[in-house]
Every structure is written in C-alpha cells, then in structure tokens.
C-alpha cells in the first residue's frame, strides 16, 4: 500500500450561488471525512464565503485558476497573492476546460503552474487527452508534453505537486476511464516523473484521475496503485455524493 495520503478535490467550475456555495462547503466540512485530504475549488467570488464556512474544518479551499503576475494592469485576472489572501491552499492549472474551451495555450499554462508553485501553494496539474489523440495512440505523448509545462516551475518538494489524470472524453460525459486505462495512465505519469525528477520524488507524488468519478466507480478507479484520489465535477456538486466518493478513497 502505497504512504501517500488520497487527495480528493470538488472541482464546482462555474456553478452554484453564493447561498448554495456556502451550504455546500458546510455539508462537506460536517462529513468530517478521515484518511483522505478533501478539498474545494468554489467559483473565484465565492471563495471569501467558502473559506469562512470552512473554518475550524479541515477541508482545503482551492482555486479552479490563477494569473501568473503578481499585480497591475491586468484586467479582470487574480493573482496568487489575491488567492492566498482568501486562504485558499492549492489552485488547478491546465484543466482542459481552459485548455480546449478558453483556448489556454500550453505556454501560458507553464507560466501559471510556474506562479501557483513558486508562491507557494499546492500545484494540481491536469493533463489528459482528447478522444481522437486516444484513438491515435498519442494518450502518453500528449500527457507527457503536459507534464513538460512543469519544467519552468523549479518544484522541489513533491508534497506541494499533485497531477490530475484527466482523460477530456471522460469529463462532464458520464464515460470515465476503467481502472486499467487509468492506472495505465497514471503508472506512465508517475515513471514520467521519476524521469523530470527522480523516483522518490515520483512516488511521493499524488496523481488524482479525474473525469465522470462517482460514487458507483470511486472505489475500484482508487484502488488502483497509482492512483491517489480524484479530481470531481458534476459528482462534487451534492455533497452526499462528493462525500461517498471521499470516502471511498480510504484505504
Ligand atoms: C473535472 O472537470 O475536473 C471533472 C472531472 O468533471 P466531471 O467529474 O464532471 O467529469
């Protein structure tokens, strides 16, 4: 059994109310989940609201995105700072809504896994490719070109580094990965990173899956070795839910 702790985080994208938002941060805090780190990442203007019903728990507060500089002329962005300032402890970079919606070069996505890491919160990395790269046999390629985009960010300590295995034909579509494709997935991510790094760092990475978990497939898809915990959309919106697929991460 692998010493990483699971880390599983709600990814709520642009969902919920402020009302909704808060009542849904205090029904996951109340579910006290143990074993696993559990996480949140609230639309941009309701993480102050999220992050004071959060308080006193031990679920962490995230961000879905950041801007790479610090301050100043830079209309309607957010900074790491602004985010730290709010209490949040980790922020996604890449997720392939930004990359294949909002059109996110991978240059910019290096620049904001770059800020996220060196301003010192917990870096989620997502990589994951597109059906047709799938069914071309380019699944490795394109993740490893993804995990490329960390090369700038100098990481050294591997506690601050989670990378989401994000297959882009399992995210919103109710189809996920079974677990072998998964683990074949992320064992690859993980020799990847033994190769940027060395293999203690690799193995001391958490590597979430993301993309249609649930609480009817949380269990086997975080069985498999290599996978510590998952990155959740749709299934992080109700909390009965969000918390039976924390749950289902304990070891
Ligand atoms: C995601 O957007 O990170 C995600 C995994 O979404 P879903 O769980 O809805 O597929």
Redesign the pocket.
């Known amino acids: 059994m692998s010493s990483r702790t699971p880390f599983v985080a709600g ?1 709520w ?1 642009m969902n919920t109310n402020k009302a909704q938002a808060v009542e849904l941060a205090r029904a996951v805090a109340r579910g006290n989940v143990v074993g696993v780190q559990v996480g949140v990442a609230p639309p941009f203007v309701y993480l102050d609201a999220v992050g004071q019903a959060l308080a006193g728990s031990s679920v962490l507060l995230g961000a879905q995105d950041v801007y790479f500089e610090k301050n100043g002329a830079f209309t309607g962005e957010v900074s790491v700072e602004m985010l730290k300032d709010l209490g949040v402890t980790f922020c996604l970079t890449g ?3 930004r990359r294949h919606v909002i059109q996110e070069p991978s240059e910019l996505v290096a620049k904001k896994a770059a800020a996220v890491y060196k301003g010192g919160l917990t870096l989620v990395h ?1 990589v994951g490719e597109k059906i047709e790269q799938r069914d071309a046999g380019q699944t490795l390629a394109v993740c490893q070109g993804q995990l490329d985009e960390l090369d700038r960010a100098s990481i050294t300590d591997p506690g601050r580094l989670v990378i ?1 295995y ?1 297959p882009v034909w ?4 109710g189809r ?1 990965a079974t677990d072998d494709q998964a683990q074949e997935v992320h064992a690859f991510v993980r020799t990847a990173l033994g190769r940027m790094w060395n293999k203690d760092f690799a193995d001391r990475v958490r590597i979430q899956y ?5 609480p009817e497939n949380a269990k086997g898809l975080m069985s498999q070795p290599d996978v510590d915990g ?7 919106l109700k909390a009965d839910g969000f918390l039976a697929v924390c749950n289902a991460g304990r070891m």
Not at 210 to 214: E, F, T
Not at 230 to 236: C, K, M, N, Y
């Open positions: 990814n994208k997720h392939s809504e997502c989401a994000e399992a995210i919103g579509t996920n993301g993309g249609s978990m649930k998952g990155l959740i959309g749709g299934a992080s």
